[in-house]
Every structure is written in structure tokens, then in C-alpha cells.
């Protein structure tokens, strides 16, 4: 008998963590981050691989901008239905890949490619004051973009381009310029390579901005 309960016990165990891990799997409007710990990296240890999204970048930035208290009523809408709509992404990406075996790279790289969509959809990123837009370029640092490599840069660059075509030219190239203000060079010019590329060709007006703002933020090193 006593064999019997403690194999019920186990039993009961096993079922409660399936049942966290399922309910963690399960996108909801609550700003929990546990999606990244509890569902992708139990069950499929993604941190491990390349690009590091799940268990470092998603849970970072997820925790990051869920504890901002600063932003205005604005800023903390967007930071809400962003947050949601990337967990909500990369939900969709575990279920459509996790196997077994789970597919990492797949899962990653869906929800890298998320980012863009979700910061600019109803209330946008680029429709946001000055003060909310330095506060998210202080919680972002453009050395994690960069370590996921040319998906990340690309998705950033889309991003400010987007804004370019939401707000106008003018207020775009503004929200680029405080975006990237205390980022790196490198990183810098590879944003606005990146929105460069994504333009259209007739975008002439667009293209000639991110040149100027490249030549202003991300200038070459002059070597004596």
C-alpha cells in the first residue's frame, strides 16, 4: 500500500508540473514572463543554442520592460501590448515547433522575426513621446540585438523604418536619432543599413534621411 501512494504521489507531482509548464505555454493578457522559463527552455532548453532568444534576450527584455515604471499612461499601453503580443508570437512558435524533438532555431527564429510587427501595431512604438522613447532606448542595449545576429539589426531597422512611414519622414528620422543616440557605431550603421535595404526604391526621400542620420550618428573612425 504504501508503494501504491507513492507511486500516486509521484504521479500527482508529474501532472501539477505538466499543468504549470502547459498553463505557462498558454499565451494570456497578463504581463507574466514565465513563458520563456516555464514552457521553452523546460521543455526545450533553446538558451543553449544559437541565437540565444528564449532563455537570455526574451526573458531579459520581457522582465526589463514589465518592471519600467516610468513610462507615461502611453508608453505603458505600448509596453503592455507589446509584451503580450511578443509572448503571444513566440507561444505560436513553441507550439508549431516543439516536437519532439523541439526545433530551436525555429522557434527563435519566429520570434525574433515578431518584434517589428508587435512593437509597431495599435498603440505603435512610433507614435510614443520623446521621454517614453529614451526610456526603452535605455532598457534595450544594442549589443543583445546584435548577438542575434542579422535578424535582430534587420528587425530594428524595420522597426524605425515603419515609423518613418507611420509618422512622417521627419518624426521617424527623430525617433531614430534618440533610438540610437547612445548605441554603438557599428550597431548604428547597421540599423540604418538595414532600413536603407528594407525601403522601397521610390522611397527616395526616406533613404536620403537614413544616409544623412547615418553620416550624423554612425560616422566612420578617422585614424591619424
Known sequence: ????????????????????????????????????????????????GRPPYSGTFGLKYCSRFASAVSLTPAGQAWRDKTLICLRDRASRAYVDNAGPPCDCKAIQAKAIASHSDCYTSNPSFCALPDDDLRQIADIVDGNDVFALGISGVWQTGYTLLVCMRQAGVNRGARIAEIFLAEESRS??????????????????????????????????????
Not at 6 to 25: D, R
Open 1 to 48: 500500500m504504501a508503494l501504491i501512494a507513492i507511486i500516486a504521489l509521484v504521479a500527482l507531482v508529474a501532472l501539477a508540473s505538466t499543468a504549470t509548464a502547459q498553463t505557462a505555454c498558454t499565451s494570456s493578457q497578463t504581463l507574466s514572463c514565465a513563458l520563456y522559463t516555464d514552457c521553452i527552455e523546460r521543455n526545450c532548453n533553446c538558451a543553449a
Open 187 to 224: 550597431f548604428t550603421n547597421a540599423v540604418l543599413d538595414a532600413a536603407t535595404k528594407a525601403a522601397d526604391a521610390s522611397e527616395r526621400e526616406v533613404r536620403a534621411v537614413l544616409q544623412a542620420l547615418k553620416a550624423k550618428l554612425g560616422p566612420p573612425l578617422q585614424l591619424d
